[in-house]
Protein backbone atom coordinates (compact mmCIF):
# COMPACT_ATOMS: atom_id res chain seq x y z
CA UNK A 1 0.00 0.00 0.00
CA UNK A 2 2.96 2.20 0.94
CA UNK A 3 4.10 1.95 -2.74
CA UNK A 4 0.81 2.64 -4.52
CA UNK A 5 -0.70 5.37 -2.05
CA UNK A 6 2.43 6.34 -0.68
CA UNK A 7 3.30 6.63 3.62
CA UNK A 8 0.49 8.49 4.81
CA UNK A 9 -2.44 7.95 2.52
CA UNK A 10 -1.64 4.38 3.07
CA UNK A 11 -1.51 4.47 7.19
CA UNK A 12 -5.28 7.01 6.70
CA UNK A 13 -6.49 3.86 4.34
CA UNK A 14 -5.08 1.34 6.89
CA UNK A 15 -6.59 2.63 10.00
CA UNK A 16 -10.02 3.24 8.30
CA UNK A 17 -10.01 -0.91 7.00
CA UNK A 18 -9.23 -1.57 10.68
CA UNK A 19 -11.86 0.40 12.51
CA UNK A 20 -14.42 -0.79 9.79
CA UNK A 21 -13.31 -4.93 10.85
CA UNK A 22 -13.29 -3.75 14.75
CA UNK A 23 -16.87 -3.83 14.92
CA UNK A 24 -16.71 -3.53 18.87
CA UNK A 25 -14.27 -1.41 18.78
CA UNK A 26 -11.85 -2.76 21.25
CA UNK A 27 -8.40 -1.85 19.26
CA UNK A 28 -8.17 -5.49 18.26
CA UNK A 29 -9.74 -7.59 15.72
CA UNK A 30 -10.75 -10.87 16.84
CA UNK A 31 -11.34 -13.84 14.73
CA UNK A 32 -15.02 -13.91 14.40
CA UNK A 33 -14.73 -9.89 13.27
CA UNK A 34 -12.06 -10.51 10.63
CA UNK A 35 -14.55 -13.90 9.16
CA UNK A 36 -16.89 -11.55 9.40
CA UNK A 37 -15.12 -8.51 6.74
CA UNK A 38 -13.91 -11.72 5.19
CA UNK A 39 -16.81 -13.07 3.51
CA UNK A 40 -17.97 -11.69 0.58
CA UNK A 41 -21.61 -10.83 1.27
CA UNK A 42 -22.37 -10.00 -2.18
CA UNK A 43 -22.20 -13.29 -3.20
CA UNK A 44 -24.15 -15.15 -0.16
CA UNK A 45 -27.10 -12.75 -0.90
CA UNK A 46 -27.26 -13.42 -4.46
CA UNK A 47 -31.41 -13.57 -5.80
CA UNK A 48 -30.90 -17.50 -5.78
CA UNK A 49 -29.91 -17.65 -2.25
CA UNK A 50 -32.39 -15.03 -0.90
CA UNK A 51 -35.06 -16.72 -2.50
CA UNK A 52 -34.28 -20.42 -1.13
CA UNK A 53 -34.47 -18.48 1.88
CA UNK A 54 -38.12 -16.46 1.36
CA UNK A 55 -39.72 -19.87 0.33
CA UNK A 56 -38.51 -21.65 3.97
CA UNK A 57 -40.65 -18.57 5.23
CA UNK A 58 -43.45 -18.56 2.73
CA UNK A 59 -45.14 -21.87 3.91
CA UNK A 60 -48.04 -21.80 1.86
CA UNK A 61 -46.44 -20.90 -1.29
CA UNK A 62 -48.11 -17.80 -2.57
CA UNK A 63 -45.27 -15.36 -2.86
CA UNK A 64 -45.62 -13.34 0.53
CA UNK A 65 -45.10 -14.07 4.36
CA UNK A 66 -47.33 -13.40 6.76
CA UNK A 67 -47.00 -13.18 10.65
CA UNK A 68 -48.65 -16.68 10.88
CA UNK A 69 -45.91 -18.33 8.86
CA UNK A 70 -43.22 -16.02 10.38
CA UNK A 71 -44.53 -17.78 14.27
CA UNK A 72 -44.66 -21.64 12.23
CA UNK A 73 -41.03 -21.16 11.15
CA UNK A 74 -39.28 -19.81 14.06
CA UNK A 75 -41.51 -21.01 16.54
CA UNK A 76 -43.34 -19.83 20.01
CA UNK A 77 -40.08 -20.93 22.03
CA UNK A 78 -37.44 -18.53 20.15
CA UNK A 79 -39.29 -15.44 21.95
CA UNK A 80 -41.19 -17.15 24.56
CA UNK A 81 -44.69 -17.57 24.68
CA UNK A 82 -45.50 -13.78 23.87
CA UNK A 83 -48.97 -13.41 21.52
CA UNK A 84 -49.12 -12.93 17.84
CA UNK A 85 -48.26 -9.51 18.19
CA UNK A 86 -44.73 -9.81 18.31
CA UNK A 87 -44.98 -11.89 14.99
CA UNK A 88 -47.18 -8.86 13.46
CA UNK A 89 -44.75 -6.46 14.52
CA UNK A 90 -41.61 -8.30 12.74
CA UNK A 91 -43.77 -8.19 9.46
CA UNK A 92 -44.79 -4.47 9.96
CA UNK A 93 -40.77 -3.54 10.55
CA UNK A 94 -40.27 -5.11 7.35
CA UNK A 95 -43.76 -4.28 5.29
CA UNK A 96 -42.76 -1.31 3.00
CA UNK A 97 -46.23 -1.04 1.23
CA UNK A 98 -48.52 -1.69 4.41
CA UNK A 99 -50.20 -4.67 2.70
CA UNK A 100 -49.54 -6.98 6.09
CA UNK A 101 -47.36 -9.15 4.10
CA UNK A 102 -43.59 -9.53 3.32
CA UNK A 103 -42.57 -9.80 -0.35
CA UNK A 104 -39.44 -11.00 -1.90
CA UNK A 105 -38.35 -7.46 -2.41
CA UNK A 106 -39.05 -5.94 1.32
CA UNK A 107 -37.81 -9.38 2.36
CA UNK A 108 -34.44 -9.05 -0.12
CA UNK A 109 -34.37 -5.02 1.12
CA UNK A 110 -34.25 -6.53 4.75
CA UNK A 111 -31.14 -9.09 4.25
CA UNK A 112 -29.53 -6.80 2.43
CA UNK A 113 -29.81 -3.44 4.98
CA UNK A 114 -29.34 -6.60 7.95
CA UNK A 115 -25.27 -7.18 5.84
CA UNK A 116 -25.26 -3.39 5.85
CA UNK A 117 -24.82 -3.65 2.12
CA UNK A 118 -26.46 -1.15 -0.34
CA UNK A 119 -28.34 -2.22 -3.30
Not at 3 to 16: C, F, I, L, Q
Not at 85 to 114: A, H, P, Q, R, T
Request: net charge negative.
Amino acid sequence: MIKYYGEEKAKEETDNIFKKVDADGNGTISYEEFIRASIDKRSILTDKNLMTAYKLFDKNGDGSIEAKEIKEVLGKDLIGNKDDKVWEEIIKEVDENGDGVVSFEEFKKMMEKLCEINS
